[in-house]
């Protein structure tokens, strides 16, 4: 069993910035990617970034490429994102998930593990 809890969101106003942790804890395996998605009231689950267990190889959506940057700290079991310019279409819940198998998947069904959510809300 693996945990996952999301921090960090909030309130903010168009062009600022935020940072989500999400900490995990539990069963940990040396192989396990993690993953933040976003879901705004209406719409799907939609995929935003992603990061191996060595933070080397980082991939994102294009709607926050260039924006957004994720990070992680495995002393500390805890995965990052970075939130710059934000616009009022980053309005969402965002979930911190994680994948049993190696591979850095962009749809929900790809991961297995996931946190209660945080939100962020960007008014303009």
């Known amino acids: 069993q693996v945990q996952l809890v999301e921090s960090g969101g909030g309130l903010v106003q168009a062009g600022g910035s935020l940072r989500l942790s999400c900490a995990a804890s539990?069963?940990?395996?040396?192989?396990?990617?993690m993953a933040w998605f976003r879901q705004a009231p209406g719409k799907e689950r939609e995929f935003v970034s992603a990061?191996?267990?060595?933070?080397?190889?980082?991939y994102y959506a294009d709607s926050v490429k260039g924006r957004f940057f994720i990070s992680r700290d495995n002393v500390k079991n805890t995965v990052y994102l970075q939130m710059n310019s934000l616009k009022p279409e980053d309005t969402a819940v965002y979930y911190c998930?994680?994948?049993?198998?190696?591979?850095?998947?962009?749809?929900?069904?790809?991961?297995?593990?996931w946190g209660q959510g945080t939100q962020v809300t960007v008014s303009s």
């Open positions: 998930a994680v994948r049993l198998r190696s591979g850095l998947g962009t749809n929900p069904n790809d991961y297995d593990y």
């Open positions: 990061i191996t267990w060595s933070g080397g190889s980082p």
């Open positions: 539990g069963r940990t395996f040396s192989n396990m990617p």
